[in-house]
T-cell receptor, first 110, second 114 residues
């Protein structure tokens, strides 16, 4: 299966930008995803990027994909306390499964 | 009401007991999945089902079994629970189509095996 790696923790001050990074091993992923898990809840899809794109912007979220280095990042502009959560990157290698990273716990300091 | 409902939300049991976690969905999706989440390990796929007659093993199926009773229902069983099965379990659904598509998760079932 695919290995998807993320750093476990990130702390930022409210109003700053957050950048969450992810590296993966399987370059055949057609889509790469970012999921958000709030405390006590399941995961929810935040955004995704198709593998032939370099960047995708969606309001405060910017996804950057470097296929050569197999690196995916999620930038959250003007980070708010409500953004505190665990963020998972995931890749799909075929029709059957998403391979999830370990998750990055983002803490926003007021 | 949640689109993907898991019961129970929390369960404490003893080693050797049989446990069933249930999942029901109102999204009308054909595909259903069971994942477990462990701190520092992310989510790992246990079993998945693409329709009522289709059951497939995931990465970590040993010690688990599943039943797809209907399109809307997918249950996970631990025949003889052991402490390293202590984890947070998630059911998820997705629409049929090319690729996995978006997964819709339940709120999770926290299982503790003593």
């Amino acid at each position: 299966g695919e290995d998807v790696e993320q750093s476990l923790f990130l702390s930022v001050r409210e109003g700053d930008s957050s950048v969450i990074n992810c590296t993966y091993t399987d370059s055949s992923s057609t889509y790469l995803y970012w999921y958000k898990q709030e405390p006590g809840a399941g995961l929810q899809l935040l955004t995704y990027i198709f593998s032939n794109m370099d960047m995708k912007q969606d309001q405060r979220l910017t996804v950057l994909l470097n296929k050569k280095d197999k690196h995916l990042s999620l930038r959250i502009a003007d980070t708010q306390t409500g953004d505190s959560a665990i963020y998972f990157c995931a890749g799909a290698t075929g029709a059957n499964n998403l391979f999830f990273g370990t998750g990055t716990r983002l803490t926003v300091i007021p | 009401d949640a689109d993907v409902t898991q019961t129970p939300r929390n369960r404490i049991t003893k080693t050797g007991k049989r446990i069933m976690l249930e999942c029901s969905q109102t999204k009308g999706h054909d595909r259903m999945y069971w994942y477990r989440q462990d701190p520092g390990l992310g989510l790992r796929l246990i079993y998945y089902s693409f329709d009522v007659k289709d059951i497939n093993k995931g990465e970590i199926s040993d010690g688990y079994s599943v039943s797809r009773q209907a399109q809307a229902k997918f249950s996970l069983s631990l025949e003889s629970a052991i402490p390293n099965q202590t984890a947070l379990y998630f059911c998820a659904t997705s629409e049929a189509g090319q690729g996995v598509g978006e997964l819709f998760f339940g709120e999770g079932s926290r299982l503790t095996v003593l």
